[in-house]
């Protein structure tokens, strides 16, 4: 977060590292343009040149329209709320899911609240053209708490249904731990 000068708590940053092949990438999404010196300073190699790259995200977004079907990649942390039988008032525990099938259906079952439903494979193979690419549990201290979440790697195809909708899900994330590098959706042409 201090790569965004005035950056304050109703802004939503959402992030995700992808590994391509041998290189590491950082995707931010911001409404504020970030500045990363700091960052290639600390972790990089400030003698080689590297830089960074930033793209107004507006004209692409205003570009997605209904019927279209993209690529997508999403790190999302897919979960359930389990209630207790006792306590009818609350929202119950929040629990991971922890198979590929559970993964899978979180996110076919909630894509059109999202705004995009998930493409077969073919016309012919009635199956959904979803792969998850890695699925990790990650465990660290913030503070003196411990923090567990699952962080899962979908790829896949998804067909635009509604396209504010998607829009609108893109720019606020996906699912739980989007502090955590979770609930950033990028997609790319097929």
């Known amino acids: 977060m201090a790569s965004f000068p005035s950056f304050e708590r109703k802004d939503r940053v959402l992030w995700r590292i992808d590994f391509l092949g041998p290189s590491t990438y950082v995707i931010v999404q911001s409404d504020e343009k970030p500045d990363f010196h700091h960052i290639i300073d600390q ?3 400030p003698a080689s040149n590297q830089t960074w790259d930033t793209i107004q995200y507006d004209a692409f977004l205003n ?21 207790d039988k ?4 609350s929202r119950g525990k929040v629990q991971a899911h922890v198979t590929v099938d559970q993964q899978k259906n979180w996110l076919i079952h909630r894509s059109q609240k999202l705004g995009f439903s998930i493409e077969d494979v073919s016309q012919d193979i009635k199956e959904p053209a979803l792969e998850i ?3 990790e549990t990650k465990r ?15 790829e896949g195809l998804l067909r635009v249904e509604n396209a504010e909708l998607l829009v609108s899900s893109m ?7 989007k502090g955590y ?5 990028t997609v790319t042409r097929l």
């Open 63 to 83: 570009g997605i329209m209904n019927g279209q079907v993209w690529r997508f990649r999403l790190l999302a942390n897919p979960t359930h709320s389990v209630s």
């Open 140 to 154: 660290f201290l913030r503070g003196n708490e411990h923090v567990t979440f699952n962080a899962v790697t979908f």
């Open 171 to 177: 720019k606020k994330g996906i699912g739980r731990a």
């Open 181 to 185: 590098g979770c609930g950033l959706l």
């Open 86 to 89: 006792f306590q009818y008032e």
């Open 133 to 135: 690419r890695q699925s």
């Open 43 to 45: 972790f990089g190699w």
